[in-house]
């Protein structure tokens, strides 16, 4: 066995809710993943965007603080560009231009991301916070985690936070 | 020996000033060093403000520019949601959910990873630009450390950059 | 052969563009480097910033879009802090505190970075979403990479998202 046989692994942890993080997030897991290795994505804070069922900016979770934050939060068609956003057009000239040269949309990288088998869990203390349930997510969320397991289901693997 | 019992490690790279960043970073860390890893975290830039003994915007360091930035910088306290922000709402927001939903608040973490004997460490580059001397920090911090020496704290385990 | 004497290796992938975050990136390329480890930079989206030649806000790439990002990427000099920015002060205020504390600032990190032998490397999706060729690059991009590729490299080192 070389080292080229062993496991390889790449874990992210999905903090950032912005268009452009997403994109990266998903375009090293499904880079990754079509090439052999293990994929573990855990959405936490305003990751969570990513993979919640309801688009756009219906309220989800319970509690009216909670509910401003949903709003806030909105989802993946409504993520900002973590530099540039001018009142929603950034995002828009992102996917344009992803379309144009033929590149996978954020869309498309997270239903590949599904076909390619990638492991998809939520964080549990991050749910807690913003009053969201597993049901409130796409159906592909294989567990609801703690830091803990997640390190642990992480180990002998590259790591990234995104 | 199985690849369990070796030595875990987690190391991050705390350089953002940002409640829901430096939340996440302990949210980490204490979630590790609770099930038994090694943690170290390396405050940096604008992750400074986390271990600084005067909270609230008081000037900390010396010469005027540096005092700006100290004054601009705040304290953990002050420190602004990476996302949203709303004149100071969001981070007060956060700390109530996470107090209603019995979530550990930031101030709290921190006090836990002390704890936990969580190793502290500050970047000396970081402290030289924004003229901060050791003397500005909680008596936790264990070393001012260079990045080389950082890096090779944490070689063979996982590292984050937050 | 003990664990100290086997391949050391960094490899960051340098997404923001924003100054603190670059010169983030760069200290710990070069600080990683000027001890021994093998380093690879991997730019990507606003990263693509510190290693275009044309400086300054001149449109590079093809296509209006593009060049309408390449206009609000600007170029090293007027990256952005990502925390503060106050109308392009803070990078003023940051580069004048690491030049009068003696802190090597991002165009020196960038210069020491080459001669330090560090590999750069550009990503090849996020080129073609901003409509960058090699050639708008400083000559010392080893090559345009995919993300497996990139992986691949940086299999058993530390990697780092910034």
Not at 113 to 132: D, P, R, S, T, W
């Amino acid at each position: 066995m070389t080292a080229e046989n062993q496991t390889k692994k790449l874990s992210i942890i999905a903090f950032s809710g912005d268009f452009d993080k997403l994109t990266a997030a998903f375009t090293l897991a499904t880079g990754a993943a079509a090439t052999g290795y293990e994929v573990n994505l855990f959405f936490t804070f305003w990751g969570l965007d990513a993979i919640k069922i309801k688009q756009g900016r219906s309220p989800v979770g319970k509690g009216f603080l909670s509910k401003v934050f949903g709003i806030m939060m909105g989802g993946l068609k409504s993520s900002p560009v973590s530099r540039l956003n001018f009142f929603g057009a950034s995002p828009k000239i992102f996917r344009y231009l992803m379309k144009k040269n033929n590149v996978a949309t954020l869309e498309e990288l997270v239903e590949a991301a599904k076909q390619l088998e990638i492991n998809f869990y939520a964080c549990e203390m991050a749910m807690h916070v913003l009053g969201l349930q597993k049901s409130d997510f796409i159906p592909e969320i294989k567990a609801v985690l703690g830091v803990a397991s997640f390190l642990k289901l992480s180990e002998g693997g590259q790591t990234l936070f995104i």
